[in-house]
């Protein structure tokens, strides 16, 4: 999953700038195919760092990537 939320954090950087902010939505297909990954990701973003509902890709993208 960490590579995908980097790919798409990429995507939308190079498409709409460094200041383009996402949510985790963002990372999943409009249908709810993977509840529990879905799950853990809102975990990650809302309960482990205590994101707001968008945050700036580009700190999305260098979190993962220190972490």
Do not use: Q
């Amino acid at each position: 999953m960490r590579k995908k939320i980097i790919e798409v954090c990429d995507r939308k950087i190079i498409a709409k700038g460094d200041t383009v902010g996402l949510s985790f939505y963002a990372f999943f297909k409009n249908k709810n195919d993977s509840p529990e990954l879905l799950m853990e990701v809102a975990k990650w973003w809302i309960i482990d760092n205590e994101l707001d509902h968008f945050e700036k890709a580009i700190k999305i993208k260098e979190m993962l990537m220190f972490e």
